[in-house]
């Protein structure tokens, strides 16, 4: 007869030592980070003094570590970093920040021209360190065939390793949302450096920042599962198969457990807008998380800004991203080419989580959806064939970054679907656009679309109404919660559902097409106005909430 009783021993017996020795080694990386840092953190500091003197006094520097693998990528998440430094490079002289990234071909002068001329932020060297790191493609989806999301989780563990190795900051910051680095951090019992200049500060332990841009899992991923729709994030082949549904909405769930207890590892969290704070809302089912939006933006009254600071104590709260919107606001609202719409996104795809049969890398699922955009152009022309030509014309202009062989591929694949579809001679595309070529687009052209289903928030579309376009966008996400709100019970946009064919979204566009001057005009006026939200200086005001946390926390 069976003991199960023995059986059950044994095992917790085991699961006992093992939980033991896990924790035993992880208490040995952090003893053995805490004993080389101060050598690491000298070999870096020393690198940006200039004579003995200066080497002298900036030992005692505090250091402020960004994690962000894909610093040098060129996106709306890129944007929020290089704010961040920027914004403290010019309030806080005794800070030097380390940017922890995987883009090792290129140096550090070649990210900082990049910046200026993506974003028009301009860095100072003599603050800034860039640590490089060999491993980022652990957490790539092509690097996981099955069980993704798990697999990239482990990956940042790995990546994060070898940036502690290069040097452990006073405090950190993530500004991706590799959220599994945080529990790791806390297990290490990763401490501030002795030998920083921080009269307030208390030395217990390294406060820990995070920026969500998206949750890793998210409520509508589970529900999709359960309902078994088949999606990006969903093969046809689980949706199809009861017994690989049930297994993968264990791995979900088990996953959504482990997401919740790795954010209340963190100090402090913003998030990037309404829908991803829904979402985490939904997901940490906690005080921490507040059910009613809270935003950090510059408050209109000492009420208004002791509420502020009370949520940000205690809450998760909005940090929109900052857009260039002073700048863009420069631009004219009139004399545009009616006839061109613009669309700006990278040519990248979405986060694949897999199990089994999910094997698909992601080249597969294009995050921005252009080819959507091609197909409305196309329905455009079937229905109204006079934009195809003449006065009418209407010509679409996709500008984009292209980092590597998989974003090419898509490029080609698009101008291949346009040639199909017979619109190759109305379809321009933009590669690498510097910032003063985008500007010069956002002047120039009349429309700005945008086709992401779920943007999670959705810079892009700040950008098309700070300039003066008229925005034609999908219906979810950002754009429909945060930024294309009424502005004196008046539209600031235009709006289309999906459908097999892009019909609606061809009629969103015959409907903006339309416009007469004076309705354009208004149109242009509200949506501008509705882009004030989102200005560089509200970003760094909330900003300066994080900061102030994180360093309270120390």
Not at 313 to 339: K, M, T, W
Request: proline fraction near 4%; include cysteine; charge should be neutral.
């Amino acid at each position: 007869m069976t003991n199960w009783g023995y059986i059950g021993g044994v095992l917790a017996l085991i699961s006992l030592l093992t939980l033991s020795t896990v924790s035993g080694a992880v208490l040995l990386l952090g003893y053995y980070l805490r004993l080389r840092n101060e050598t690491r953190r000298g070999f870096i500091l020393d690198s940006l003094a200039t004579d003995d003197a200066e080497r002298l006094s900036i030992g005692r520097k505090t250091i402020a570590g960004f994690f962000h693998p894909y610093c040098n990528a060129g996106g709306g998440g890129e944007r929020v970093l290089w704010a961040a430094v920027a914004y403290l490079q010019r309030t806080e002289p005794d800070l030097v920040c380390v940017v922890y990234t995987g883009d090792t071909e290129a140096s550090k002068g070649d990210i900082i021209s990049n910046v200026q001329a993506k974003f028009g932020i301009k860095l100072a060297p003599d603050s800034l360190v860039f640590a490089y790191l060999s491993s980022r493609h652990l957490v790539e989806g092509k690097t996981w065939a099955r069980f993704t999301l798990f697999g990239q989780s482990l990956g940042s563990l790995v990546l994060v390793w070898e940036a502690l190795d290069r040097v452990v900051p006073d405090i950190f910051l993530d500004t991706m949302g590799y959220s599994f680095i945080y529990p790791f951090l806390r297990a290490l019992r990763l401490k501030p450096s002795p030998s920083t200049y921080v009269p307030s500060r208390s030395p217990h332990r390294l406060p820990i920042g995070a920026y969500v841009h998206y949750p890793t899992i998210s409520p509508t991923m589970l529900q999709r599962v359960r309902n078994r729709e088949a999606g990006i994030t969903n093969q046809s082949n689980v949706a199809s198969s009861s017994w690989r549904t049930t297994l993968k909405l264990i791995y979900y769930r088990l996953f959504a457990f482990a997401y919740v207890y790795s954010l209340n590892c963190a100090d402090y969290i913003v998030v990037n807008g309404s829908w991803t704070k829904n979402h985490i809302d939904t997901l940490l089912h906690s005080r921490r998380s507040s059910q009613s939006r809270s935003r950090l933006s510059s408050p209109s009254s000492e009420t208004e800004k002791d509420k502020v600071k009370d949520v940000a104590s205690n809450g998760v709260d909005i940090l929109y991203p900052p857009c260039d919107a002073e700048a863009l606001q420069r631009l004219p609202l009139d004399g545009r080419d009616r006839g061109i719409l613009l669309t700006v996104a990278q040519f990248r795809c979405s986060l694949l989580s897999g199990l089994i049969g999910d094997a698909l890398t992601r080249k597969d699922r294009p995050e921005k959806n252009h080819s959507i955009q091609l197909w409305a152009l196309h329905s455009l022309f079937s229905s109204h064939p006079e934009y195809r030509s003449g006065d009418t014309r209407v010509k679409l202009i996709l500008i984009g970054t292209v980092r590597n062989a998989d974003d090419a591929a898509r490029v080609n694949a698009l101008r291949a679907l346009a040639k199909e579809l017979d619109i190759q001679d109305n379809v321009e595309f933009v590669l690498n656009a510097s910032y003063d070529e985008l500007v010069f687009w956002l002047g120039k052209a009349s429309i700005g679309i945008s086709s992401m289903v779920d943007e999670h928030f959705g810079i892009n579309v700040v950008d098309f109404i700070a300039a003066g376009l008229i925005p034609v966008v999908h219906a979810s996400g950002g754009p429909l919660l945060d930024i294309l709100t009424p502005v004196d019970s008046q539209p600031t946009g235009f709006f289309y559902a999906t459908d097999a064919r892009s019909v609606d979204f061809a009629a969103s566009l015959h409907t903006a097409l339309s416009l007469t001057s004076d309705e354009e005009h208004a149109m242009r006026t509200r949506a501008r106005r509705a882009a004030r939200r989102f200005s560089t200086a509200e970003f760094e005001w909330g900003f300066q909430k994080l900061w102030e946390g994180l360093y309270g926390s120390r």
